[in-house]
């Protein structure tokens, strides 16, 4: 009997990740290939889209191969990858210079510029965002503004992922949850907005045309399957950004689904059947990758950061006891603050060592501990830390709430909901039971299922999740007490923003 399977492919900040997925949702091969970040100056982050293609070329490659080893017959490939970058191509299909990537941040006046330009009430009820340096669109003006040359040759523009799909398939697209990442989407009409097209004076005619995540936009090219080894004509699906295709790969695709995931940023991420926005623009609104609907995300730029900052600045006698005895430094850290009790007795922590994105939108806040006192140790700075991180995740959480959206559950995502103690605080802290995932493979996995609902495997998004996305049978529920004393200690907690920058100690001083 002929066995079946699908290729996600995630092309990711550090690296390109593939998978190979069963039908059942079983991870039949995985492979990666890093590739460098290019910083040529202080702020600025770029990326060669060539390295990026000789990665996806490595990875596919060995992908194909492993599916003949096995036996499987591959039926699409879904694309998945780092949103908001800036690929830049010439009229022969050819890159102009590096990309610029969705954590550049040279573009503070161009994100002025835009505001002016379209009216930063009229851009956010279009394009459901206020303009933030990450996005593609002040990217644009910056390469108009600072290089002309370069801009003089623009024929194309396309995201990161839509790069490695134009050399796959030769054709220009994209999906509509990425293209919301751009600001130039109109987000209800789930195409490009004339209006703000026309007010930034961008052609049209270079922007890739917008789908749906499932939808077929392509099929590899003879040459690309003599170079990666896939099937020429194999299908490949728009798929989706790489926050959507995460959720659809956790089953974040029906309204009262929603995951909360702790990396080196922390995301709440929430599933909207229908269009919400924002009235301060605290939240980011996007489409998702299900065919005509839409998530709510809340962003905190420094959650797992913030401890690993910890662990690598002030905890140096901990890491180096944990690796003479073989054991994981961050599970050093948790012993030392479970014992803390809840509060960490007075003491708090704004994670906002990167600036902040939701709910302040200002990358001059700065974090650090309030309250020290000579009773504190190490563990209750850590404690301080955990709790902080959850807190700010609720700032989201609590927005969300307010626009109608009311989660049943929270999937966890990213290492940091690995731990027992932060899985414990944050749902005591939202209010909410955790639930996790038997196979944690993120975006790869989710673009995979958007393949296959796109050849027919599955009849819809809702029956790709059915089918392959399991639970663990285990869930976190909130301490009914522990939820109490957060209610009250995060009361204390969102006055300190705002005490802080009135007294005007966030300042970014030069380097």
């Known amino acids: 009997m002929k066995r079946h399977g699908l290729l996600g492919l995630d092309l990711g900040t550090s690296g390109c990740k593939g998978l190979l997925v069963s039908l059942e949702g079983r991870v039949l091969a995985a492979q990666s290939a890093e590739y460098p970040l290019l910083v040529p100056r202080p702020g600025w982050a770029e990326q060669e889209p060539e390295v990026w293609w000789e990665a996806a070329v490595a990875v596919l490659k060995r992908l194909a191969e492993q599916s003949k080893e096995q036996k499987?017959?591959?039926?699409?490939?879904?694309?998945?990858?780092?949103?908001?970058?800036?690929?830049?191509?010439?009229?022969?299909?050819?890159?102009?210079?590096?990309?610029?990537?969705?954590?550049?941040?040279?573009?503070?006046?161009?994100?002025?510029?835009?505001?002016?330009?379209?009216?930063?009430?009229?851009?956010?009820?279009?394009?459901?965002?206020?303009?933030?340096?990450?996005?593609?669109?002040?990217?644009?003006?910056?390469?108009?503004?600072?290089?002309?040359?370069?801009?003089?040759?623009?024929?194309?523009?396309?995201?990161?992922?839509?790069?490695?799909?134009?050399?796959?398939?030769?054709g220009f697209a994209t999906d509509a949850?990425?293209?919301?990442?751009?600001?130039?989407?109109?987000?209800?009409?789930?195409?490009?907005?004339?209006?703000?097209?026309?007010?930034?004076?961008?052609?049209?005619?270079?922007?890739?045309?917008?789908?749906?995540?499932?939808?077929?936009?392509?099929?590899?090219?003879?040459?690309?399957?003599?170079?990666?080894?896939?099937?020429?004509?194999?299908?490949?699906?728009?798929?989706?950004?790489?926050?959507?295709?995460?959720?659809?790969?956790?089953?974040?695709?029906?309204?009262?689904?929603?995951?909360?995931?702790?990396?080196?940023?922390?995301?709440?991420?929430?599933?909207?059947?229908?269009?919400?926005?924002?009235?301060?623009?605290?939240?980011?609104?996007?489409?998702?990758?299900?065919?005509?609907?839409?998530?709510?995300?809340?962003?905190?730029?420094?959650?797992?950061?913030?401890?690993?900052?910890?662990?690598?600045?002030?905890?140096?006698?901990?890491?180096?006891?944990?690796?003479?005895?073989?054991?994981?430094?961050?599970?050093?850290?948790?012993?030392?603050?479970?014992?803390?009790?809840?509060?960490?007795?007075?003491?708090?922590?704004?994670?906002?060592?990167?600036?902040?994105?939701?709910?302040?939108?200002?990358?001059?806040?700065?974090?650090?501990?309030?309250g020290l006192s000579l009773a504190h140790r190490k563990g209750h700075l850590v404690r301080a830390i955990l709790e902080g991180v959850a807190f700010a995740l609720k700032d989201s959480l609590v927005r969300i709430a307010a626009l109608g959206i009311q989660p049943e559950a929270l999937r966890t995502v990213g290492g940091g909901m690995r731990s027992p103690l932060w899985r414990t605080i944050v749902a005591a802290t939202l209010e909410a039971p955790l639930q996790g995932l038997e196979a944690e493979e993120g975006p790869a996995f989710g673009a995979a299922l958007l393949g296959g609902v796109g050849v027919g495997a599955y009849r819809d998004v809702d029956e790709a999740v059915a089918k392959a996305v399991r639970l663990k049978p285990e869930t976190t529920l909130p301490d009914p007490r522990l939820a109490q004393t957060y209610q009250e200690l995060y009361r204390q907690y969102i006055r300190l923003y705002p005490a802080l920058k009135e007294s005007g100690v966030f300042r970014v001083y030069p380097k």
């Open 177 to 370: 949850s990425d293209a919301a990442g751009t600001l130039l989407l109109d987000l209800a009409r789930r195409d490009y907005s004339p209006e703000i097209l026309g007010a930034l004076e961008i052609p049209p005619e270079w922007l890739p045309s917008v789908h749906e995540g499932p939808q077929i936009t392509g099929y590899v090219s003879p040459e690309a399957a003599r170079l990666t080894g896939l099937p020429p004509g194999l299908p490949v699906a728009a798929g989706g950004g790489d926050n959507a295709a995460a959720a659809v790969g956790s089953g974040v695709v029906r309204e009262g689904t929603a995951s909360v995931s702790v990396g080196t940023s922390g995301v709440i991420f929430a599933h909207s059947d229908h269009l919400r926005l924002d009235p301060e623009g605290a939240l980011h609104a996007f489409c998702h990758a299900v065919p005509g609907k839409y998530h709510l995300m809340g962003v905190v730029l420094c959650a797992g950061g913030s401890l690993r900052w910890y662990r690598d600045t002030l905890a140096g006698e901990e890491v180096a006891a944990a690796q003479g005895a073989g054991r994981d430094p961050y599970q050093v850290l948790m012993d030392q603050a479970g014992p803390i009790p809840a509060g960490a007795e007075g003491l708090y922590f704004l994670p906002y060592l990167a600036g902040e994105r939701t709910p302040h939108m200002d990358p001059q806040a700065r974090g650090g501990w309030v």
């Open 72 to 170: 499987i017959e591959i039926l699409a490939l879904g694309l998945t990858g780092q949103m908001h970058g800036a690929v830049f191509l010439d009229g022969l299909g050819n890159p102009i210079r590096p990309a610029l990537l969705w954590n550049d941040g040279r573009t503070a006046a161009e994100c002025r510029e835009i505001e002016e330009r379209v009216g930063p009430q009229r851009l956010r009820k279009i394009a459901g965002n206020p303009a933030l340096t990450g996005f593609q669109a002040p990217k644009i003006l910056w390469l108009r503004k600072n290089q002309p040359e370069a801009y003089a040759r623009v024929r194309h523009l396309l995201l990161p992922k839509d790069f490695i799909r134009y050399r796959l398939t030769g």
